[in-house]
């Protein structure tokens, strides 16, 4: 009998050996997966942000359209009011990704908890008289207009989060009665 105790004591110090791998290897991977999960909220938050803050851009754009008493306004691509000429059907308009913003563009008047504040860029793209006869028409839907002339912008913003490593550029259009 105490040849067989003296043979299983070295086999309870191998299964205690696997056991504890196996327990490292568990904390190991459960470390790795809350690490994931943290990039992943991290990386949600700042997708957000820098959609909102590109939203800011947007209405600010909006205000200064809805502001502004000339289209003569759009006349300063150094600032980031440009107007589109009516006789280049090949416009393709700003290089958006340009890698400075700052010389070339508006910034929006809300301040935001970001890297740097939004910015934003007009395009006037010329006059269009509304039809008479359609349904949905800038003014009000569903309603018969009169044919008004109505002033059309393509404003373009640049949002960033709370590091520069990435951007979120949202676009829109608006119309006006021209002024």
Same mark, same amino acid.
């Given at each position: 009998?105490?040849?067989?105790?003296?043979?299983?004591?070295?086999?309870?110090?191998?299964?205690?050996?696997?056991?504890?791998?196996?327990?490292?290897?568990?904390?190991?991977?459960?470390?790795?997966? +809350?690490?994931? !999960?943290?990039?992943? *909220? %991290?990386?949600?938050?700042? $997708?957000?942000?820098?959609?909102?803050? /590109?939203?800011? &851009?947007?209405?600010?754009?909006?205000?200064?359209?809805?502001?502004?008493? +000339?289209?003569? !306004?759009?006349?300063? *691509? %150094?600032?980031?009011?440009? $107007?589109?000429?009516?006789?280049?059907? /090949?416009?393709? &308009?700003?290089?958006?990704?340009?890698?400075?913003?700052?010389?070339?563009?508006?910034?929006?008047?809300?301040?935001?908890?970001?890297?740097?504040?939004?910015?934003?860029?007009?395009?006037?793209?010329?006059?269009?008289?509304?039809?008479?006869?359609?349904?949905?028409?800038?003014?009000?839907?569903?309603?018969?207009?009169?044919?008004?002339?109505?002033?059309?912008?393509?404003?373009?913003?640049?949002?960033?989060?709370?590091?520069?490593?990435?951007?979120?550029?949202?676009?829109?259009?608006?119309?006006?009665?021209?002024?």
């Amino acid at each position: 009998m105490i040849s067989n105790r003296q043979k299983q004591q070295g086999v309870a110090l191998v299964v205690s050996l696997i056991i504890l791998v196996s327990l490292t290897m568990l904390g190991l991977t459960s470390i790795q997966r +809350t690490t994931t !999960d943290l990039a992943m *909220a %991290g990386n949600q938050r700042e $997708t957000g942000l820098m959609f909102q803050a /590109a939203e800011v &851009g947007l209405s600010s754009a909006e205000t200064f359209i809805g502001n502004s008493t +000339t289209n003569a !306004d759009f006349n300063n *691509a %150094g600032l980031g009011l440009i $107007t589109v000429p009516d006789d280049n059907p /090949a416009y393709n &308009g700003p290089d958006y990704f340009r890698p400075n913003w700052n010389t070339s563009s508006q910034q929006a008047s809300t301040a935001l908890d970001a890297w740097e504040q939004p910015r934003y860029m007009i395009e006037y793209l010329g006059d269009r008289s509304q039809n008479p006869l359609a349904g949905v028409n800038i003014g009000s839907y569903g309603t018969i207009q009169s044919g008004d002339i109505v002033s059309i912008y393509r404003s373009t913003s640049r949002g960033v989060g709370l590091t520069v490593n990435s951007f979120r550029y949202v676009q829109s259009y608006f119309g006006k009665d021209k002024p």
